[in-house]
């Protein structure tokens, strides 16, 4: 309402509308200035995906090549176990590496020796939409299981 309860009451009882009327206006006026937020919002994340892409991009052709080299490190110190890796890793990843440990105390730690951003899984990288996610990631969708292989293969060397 657009204003104390008793005037609109007074305001029936004269036979106008005058208030509703304003209520409706204002009303309309708040769903577009929402809506406009929404599109503010959406726009500003696709420019910050749009920059993201655009630095990668740069990045991939300055390289030279189409993979990129990671070190990927397993260390024991009695009954504990760590393994390491320069990206933003999933918690779907850090438990498929210790469900598949054959050590009891394994620690899966990201952002080690380097960082090259985030690290979703194969089925997050298929699912493709506007998220930060989406271009904020130097891998390629079948990289989860080449590192679960090469961590397995350390793991059982330890």
């Not at 929404?38 to 052709?61: C, D, S």
């Not at 990129?68 to 397993?74: G, K, N």
């Not at 110190?77 to 918690?91: A, N």
């Not at 990631?137 to 793991?155: G, I, R, Y």
Request: hydrophobic content about 35%; proline content about 4%; some cysteine.
């Amino acid at each position: 309402p657009s204003y104390y309860s008793h005037r609109y009451l007074h305001e029936q009882s004269l036979g106008r509308d005058d208030l509703q009327r304003l209520d409706a206006e204002n009303r309309r006026n708040m769903e577009q200035y929402m809506k406009n937020i929404h599109v503010m919002e959406e726009l500003t994340r696709l420019q910050t995906n749009l920059r993201l892409l655009e630095r990668h991009q740069a990045r991939n052709v300055e390289a030279g090549k189409r993979t990129l080299d990671v070190e990927v490190t397993a260390l024991r110190i009695g009954d504990f176990v760590l393994v390491t890796f320069p990206g933003e890793l999933t918690v779907r990843i850090g438990l498929n590496i210790k469900a598949a440990s054959p050590h009891e105390h394994t620690f899966v730690a990201g952002y080690t020796n380097g960082y090259i951003f985030y690290s979703p899984t194969t089925e997050q990288l298929l699912n493709v939409g506007r998220a930060q996610e989406d271009s904020d990631c130097l891998l390629a969708p079948h990289w989860q299981p080449l590192f679960e292989e090469k961590v397995a293969d350390l793991l059982k060397r330890l």
